[in-house]
């Protein structure tokens, strides 16, 4: 086998892995991406929402979508929905704690390896933030704070 056809060999493998890692990378994210999509319009549709700035998808007991950004009068606010049954949440961001706080706070008594997670969403009725984290022993954390208040309604540790 000549030169060039070993080069459009070694061309044509690395065009495959590409193109298969793009496909799997694609059909991976399309989910949360149309979570994404639909959450934002839902929020815009059913509430003040003018400009969205996150978006957190929240999966304890059932499934939450959050939308966080600006309402027409220019006040933080979080959207919770819950997508199947469409019921809606809106909360004024400065009404509790931010995510900053609770991340400061399982660092504080952690200090774990990495925070995987950090996502808003509702929890026995109520706003939660939930913090899932690595442990140094490789074991996973969760630890979930009332929204309000800031004090834990959940921990989960060395999973």
């Known amino acids: ?3 060039k056809t ?3 060999i070694y061309l044509a493998i690395i065009v495959v892995l590409l193109s298969t890692v793009y496909i799997i990378y694609h059909v991976g994210v399309s989910p949360y991406k149309s979570s994404q999509a639909d959450a934002i ?3 815009k549709k059913n509430t003040n929402l003018k400009t969205p700035e996150t978006f ?6 059932e499934q939450n979508w959050t939308v966080g950004g600006l309402d027409k ?3 933080k606010i979080f959207v919770i929905i819950n997508p199947k049954t469409n019921r809606i949440v809106v909360l004024n961001q400065n009404a509790g704690i931010s995510k900053k706080t609770a ?3 399982v ?3 952690y200090n774990p390896k990495q925070i995987h997670n950090v996502a808003l969403g509702i929890y026995k009725k109520k706003p939660v933030w939930e913090v899932t984290y690595q442990n140094k ?6 630890e979930t704070f009332d929204f309000k208040t800031g004090r834990v309604v959940q921990r989960t540790t060395n999973v």
């Open 1 to 3: 086998m000549n030169e």
């Open 6 to 8: 070993k080069r459009w």
């Open 41 to 43: 319009a839902l929020a």
């Open 56 to 61: 957190y998808l929240y999966n304890r007991n």
């Open 73 to 75: 009068s220019n006040r």
């Open 103 to 105: 991340i400061n706070r």
């Open 107 to 109: 660092v504080d008594r």
């Open 137 to 142: 022993d490789d074991t996973i954390g969760f």
